[in-house]
């Protein structure tokens, strides 16, 4: 089965679960046009995960899914509120679903969690979940090892599942790629920073527009984080990634002592446009590319 018919969305498009970004301005917005939103809900208390959850329903009808960071200390109160508010696309990531799969499932969610490598790929495949979103290094924010070109084609050739590609794609180039390297859709981060619906301060915006193919960095502290270089990764790397600095530049502005996650397909993109434009332009290239290329 096709994942638009399996999620019940137009274009197989996932906006990805940005930290203290993915909010109910932007998912619903990208689910409203016809592709995937994701509420990031890392972070968030209980009723604020209710509010993300009944605001975006508020303003669209059409699916929309949850991102579950396992590792947060609320994360059983989470699963419980979002089988509550009847929720039904969750995606994983920070750990494993498998001690809440019994319960999501009970409830019909369709499970898909993010995996860095083929490895977790294969065990999320035995655990029962729905599909697999495959990131590679390229992404921003916490990444693997494995570059996407490398890991799309070695996950989809592992497993039958229905698999998603995240990481370095931000054009119809870059999906109708993804396509040819083994996956049903894609998974995109970055690219929506630059939607006219994201809730990020404008310095952030016009940060991402500014940036070259090496203005990204990675900083490891209790994992590899991917974002863009400036004064806090250079004279403070081990504080350059916090939720607060995240916060400090997402909100306030602050671009040279904040935290401006990233990908490196930031160099890509130029201009601010409404999440639907955005989509469709993505998906009508991604066509065009794929009808277009010929091997002799």
Do not use: W
Not at 23 to 33: C, D, F, I, K, Q
Request: charged share 20%; net charge negative.
């Amino acid at each position: 089965m096709k994942i638009t018919e399996l999620l019940g969305i137009q274009y197989p498009i996932f906006q990805g679960a940005m930290a203290h970004i993915a909010r109910y301005p932007l998912v619903s917005a990208v689910s409203e046009a016809g592709g995937l939103g994701i509420i990031a809900a890392g972070g968030l208390s209980g009723e604020e995960l209710r509010e993300q959850i009944r605001e975006t329903k508020k303003r669209t009808d059409k699916p929309f899914a949850v991102n579950l960071m396992l590792q947060m200390d609320n994360i059983s109160e989470q699963v419980d509120l979002l089988i509550e508010e009847k929720v039904k696309i969750v995606t994983t990531g920070a750990g494993t679903p498998k001690p809440h799969m019994k319960q999501l499932k009970q409830a019909g969610i369709k499970v898909f969690p993010v995996v860095p490598s083929v490895k977790l790929a294969k065990k999320m495949e035995q655990l029962g979940v729905d599909g697999i979103i495959a990131e590679g290094m390229e992404a921003g924010g916490h990444i693997g090892e494995t570059t996407t070109m490398t890991l799309i084609p070695q996950v989809a050739q592992a497993t039958e599942l229905p698999l998603i590609a995240a990481g370095g794609i931000g054009d119809g180039r870059g999906m109708a790629a993804a396509f040819a390297l083994g996956a049903q859709g894609v998974q995109m981060g970055t690219a929506f920073l630059l939607a006219a619906e994201c809730p990020i301060h404008e310095n952030y915006q016009q940060a991402i527009i500014r940036a070259n193919d090496t203005a990204t960095t990675v900083i490891r502290k209790g994992g590899a984080i991917r974002g863009l270089k400036n004064r806090l990764t250079a004279e403070s790397p081990n504080e350059a990634f916090t939720l607060e600095a995240l916060r400090s530049a997402a909100d306030q502005g602050d671009i040279e002592q904040g935290c401006v996650m990233s990908g490196q397909i930031a160099g890509l993109l130029t201009q601010v446009k409404q999440a639907k434009d955005l989509i469709e332009e993505l998906y009508r290239e991604a066509k065009y590319v794929s009808e277009r290329i010929k091997i002799d």
